[in-house]
């Protein structure tokens, strides 16, 4: 029965119109293993890629961006530079992880490709518009390009398909003890976008440290020669070496993770959950508080304190994920990089 079924399922996801996606990125060493995942995957159509300060400043990063898309020849896909800078707060770049240029200090060549003239979020809102409910979302850095155009035009949400993103963590940060990278660079930008009513999934830093691409797993690509595979298998032999510094066996894949789920959502198990972005705590800015119970105590003052007098439902807001199929999504990434 099973085996008669399995045709017919590859037949589903062979006719399937691919995701139209919008990738918001900073790139970054893990955006330009994401990006190439999206650009080599027939399931997506990588329709615009916005560039947010994070990982680089913004104009390295729109830099980074163009280079990429020139070396993938995809000079048709729009890319735009979005915001300068966070909300509220100074920008934290982080080429001690990312190398000086923040592509693991490859020098690709000058990019064939020009950036739009469109500014990013004004794209995200345009595209919204233009092709209503199709668009998925899939931002991996810092959220202030998605948070702009939301806040730009509320009316933009219910006509996002969905949105997919790398950031937060319900078990303790990469900054800090509480604070993952993405969140922590803007947390009021990312309150706006866990808020915002959308379908979202977050695909944040605990799964992704589930995922350790390994020496053994890039081993295939240094047999693929093709300017997309030489380029990551130099960016991942970086960022093994990188964690060989501090006793991983391999770097985690948080960007092409959030690529992986919106490929193939069974990768990943995610329960819809309440996520609050912590804006104010002393140790705790940036931290995506997760209700994983779904209610709230309701507390009511009884003289001089307060008394439970029962619960109350708070509705999910995202799904998170908390567990993944690590070795077939480290499979599939290595499978695409190497155009097959
Ligand atoms: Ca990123």
Redesign the pocket.
């Known amino acids: 029965m099973l085996a008669a079924l399995v045709p017919m399922v590859f037949a589903i996801a062979a006719t399937a119109a691919p995701r139209k996606i919008i990738f918001d ?4 060493t ?2 330009a293993m ?1 990006l190439m995942l999206a650009l080599n995957s027939p399931e997506l159509d990588v329709r615009a890629i916005t560039v947010v300060p ?2 680089v400043t913004a104009q390295q990063g729109l830099e980074n961006a163009l280079r990429m898309v020139s070396l993938a020849n995809r000079c048709d896909i729009p890319v735009a530079a979005g915001a300068q800078h966070p909300l509220f707060q100074k920008l934290i770049t982080a080429e001690f992880w990312h190398g000086r240029n923040g592509l693991a200090n490859i020098e690709l060549p000058p990019s064939k490709c020009k950036a739009d003239g469109r500014y990013g979020p004004d794209l995200i809102i345009e595209m919204g518009h233009a092709a209503p409910h199709e668009i998925t979302l899939v931002p ?2 810092p959220l202030t390009n998605i948070a702009l155009a939301v806040e730009k035009d509320p009316f933009i949400v219910p006509l996002v398909k969905e949105v997919i993103l ?1 950031g937060g963590s319900i078990s303790g940060g990469n900054v800090n003890a509480a604070a993952e990278a ?1 969140i922590y660079n803007d947390p009021e930008a990312a309150q706006i976008v866990f808020q915002a009513g959308w379908p979202l999934t977050m695909v944040g830093l605990d799964v992704g440290d589930k995922t350790l691409l390994e020496k053994k797993h890039i081993e295939q690509l240094a047999q693929a020669h093709g300017p997309i595979s030489d380029f990551i298998y130099k960016v991942a032999t970086f960022l093994i070496d990188l964690s060989a510094q501090f006793n991983s066996p391999g770097t985690p894949m ?2 092409p993770l959030a690529v992986g789920v919106a490929i193939d959502a069974t990768l990943v198990k995610a329960p819809a959950m309440h996520v609050d972005v912590e804006t104010r705590g002393e140790f705790t800015r940036g931290e995506t508080v997760a209700n994983r119970h779904g209610y709230i105590e309701r507390n009511v003052l009884h003289g001089d304190h307060y008394v439970i007098e029962g619960v109350d439902k708070v509705e999910p807001n995202a799904k998170v994920c908390v567990e993944v199929d690590a070795e077939r999504f480290l499979e599939l990434f290595v499978s695409r990089i190497r155009g097959r």
């Open positions: 990125t900073d790139p970054g893990d955006d994401a994070g990982n991996v850095g790398m993405n948080y960007d």
